[in-house]
């Protein structure tokens, strides 16, 4: 099952639109109270009688076909399932998505959204997921909205691009997310919703990179970058001096064989109306890689040792999500950096004088 935002804080580690950084070009998410009038419709359904009331939109000829189909392909209507059916009425395809589960409503509902961004990625055309009836307020299409972006998630910062085969301009087009409170929705996406998918691709984005370009002074550098121009944030990085100062000794240890020191990354922010009380804080694992250093970690997926930096990447994140998103809340986040390498100077286990 796909990785997904959380709900409150945003457990975002392991997780009109501005394309991330290193990520693909992908559908914007929008919202309106009708469905367009081409292109592929998706269905979200929990039971074989939610096709009377998210399939209204089809006309009775097309919603009894879709309806023999499901009962042809025993369709099990639970999340992660999918159906796609093509040649019937208007729409170039009609993909039908499970929304039968257990999870919370919250998640579920990202989920319906991801596994519909990833079954209609290829139509070249306008996309319409329509969610009346999911949630009684905006806050479902806005999850069924992250969980669009998160679902669609690629990095290929690295990836050679074909000049032979140029994107088609369809895949373009909006994934539109048909509801009765679209227009309470639209305006809470660019607040809320669009920050977070934001966010979580930062963290991913930091997570996939490999461990020749992200350790602890370039993980400061996107960090930075990302935060441009954000209001209410304090961004401070210390080094080695300022953490020798301090008797920072454990996280100089683990750093100390590499060439490339460790850095304490410390991201505070402040939003209009936070409490006057002090501020939830935040602290994350940066071992941008660690191999173990003296003790030097087995061959076999060593390069998996990059991603002890998803509980930095994770904090801060959340931080970027809340700070983007205007929150009124005060909120720091710790990132202790460090690339755990077996050098020369590199910290020897044991009892020490």
Not at 1 to 13: D, E, H, V, W
Not at 93 to 107: F, K, L, T, Y
Not at 183 to 199: I, T
């Amino acid at each position: 099952m796909m990785r997904r935002a959380a709900p409150a804080l945003f457990a975002l580690a392991l997780f009109a639109l501005v394309v991330p950084t290193g990520a693909q070009a992908m559908r914007p998410v929008a919202f309106a109270e009708q469905a367009p009038a081409s292109g592929a419709l998706v269905l979200p359904l929990a039971s074989a009688e939610d096709l009377d009331v998210r399939g209204a939109v089809l006309d009775a000829a097309t919603r009894a076909a879709v309806g023999r189909a499901l009962t042809s392909a025993e369709f099990k209507f639970r999340t992660g399932d999918t159906l796609t059916l093509r040649g019937l009425g208007v729409w170039t395809q009609i993909i039908v998505v499970g929304a039968a589960g257990d999870e919370p409503e919250s998640v579920r509902l990202q989920d319906i959204g991801g596994f519909a961004a990833r079954a209609s990625a290829r139509e070249n055309g306008p996309v319409a997921l329509i969610a009346g009836g999911l949630g009684a307020d905006a806050g479902a299409p806005i999850a069924l909205g992250i969980g669009a972006r998160l679902g669609s998630y690629r990095f290929e910062r690295y990836k050679a691009s074909s000049t032979d085969k140029p994107r088609q301009p369809g895949h373009d087009a909006p994934l539109t997310i048909v509801t009765a409170f679209a227009r309470d929705a639209g305006a809470r996406w660019g607040a809320e919703g669009q920050a977070l998918a934001d966010a979580v691709y930062f963290a991913r984005d930091l997570i996939t990179e490999p461990a020749n370009v992200i350790y602890p002074e370039a993980f400061v550098a996107r960090t930075r970058e990302a935060f441009g121009g954000i209001k209410g944030v304090t961004i401070e990085a210390l080094d080695v001096p300022q953490m020798e100062k301090l008797g920072m000794n454990a996280i100089l240890s683990v750093g100390q064989g590499s060439v490339r020191p460790p850095r304490l990354l410390i991201v505070e922010y402040k939003g209009p109306g936070a409490p006057a009380r002090g501020p939830i804080a935040l602290a994350g694992k940066g071992i941008t890689f660690d191999s173990g250093g003296i003790s030097i970690k087995p061959a076999g997926n060593m390069w998996r040792m990059k991603g002890d930096m998803a509980g930095a990447a994770g904090v801060v994140a959340t931080v970027l999500s809340l700070a983007r998103s205007n929150a009124p809340v005060h909120v720091v986040a710790l990132a202790a950096l460090a690339e755990n390498m077996p050098g020369g100077s590199a910290a020897r286990p044991g009892p020490a004088m």
